[in-house]
């Protein structure tokens, strides 16, 4: 923080990394009993999305880093979540039933947890945030 900030909160880097945090601790909570993380399961639902799918797809659609990406699907295809397929150079992936169960399974918690974030924010500020988050995703990729 410098001294000319107008607010002793004004560190974006700062607030971002403890909103991430605490929203993140508040989807583990939630995704525990399931032995999923709250950074993997978007990827599961996008691996069921899309797939078969490459790597660098992921990595375009997630705004991600391929190596914390790929640690991810590593851990996912070891669970049987997900299964690794080569095709020529590439390798795909794609959901198996188990990450399908397990997919129907979280979906209910998922907008349950999303639902009281939403809620806590009320409906205008939380339609703000979620444009802005995408603003600056969107920036990001320019």
């Known amino acids: 923080m410098h001294k000319s900030d ?6 974006v880097n700062m ?5 991430s945090h605490a929203i993140l601790q508040r989807f583990d909570r939630a995704y525990r009993p399931f032995g999923i993380r709250a950074t993997q399961l ?7 999305r899309l797939g078969p799918v490459e790597l660098k797809r992921l990595v375009l659609e997630t705004a991600g880093e391929r190596s914390a990406l790929s640690r991810k699907l590593k851990v996912m295809v ?8 080569r095709q ?7 959901i198996t039933p188990e990450g399908r169960a397990l997919l129907r399974q979280v979906e209910p918690v ?3 947890v ?6 806590a924010l009320g409906a205008e500020e939380a339609a703000r945030f979620l444009a802005s988050c995408q603003r600056l995703v969107t920036q990001n990729q320019a």
């Open 78 to 85: 070891a669970q049987g979540w997900v299964a690794e397929e």
């Open 6 to 11: 107008p607010h002793p909160n004004a560190c």
């Open 42 to 48: 978007p990827v599961l639902a996008l691996v069921a």
């Open 114 to 119: 999303q639902a009281e974030l939403m809620a």
């Open 15 to 19: 607030q971002i990394l403890r909103a």
């Open 88 to 94: 020529g150079r590439e390798k795909r992936y794609r």
């Open 110 to 112: 998922r907008d349950q």
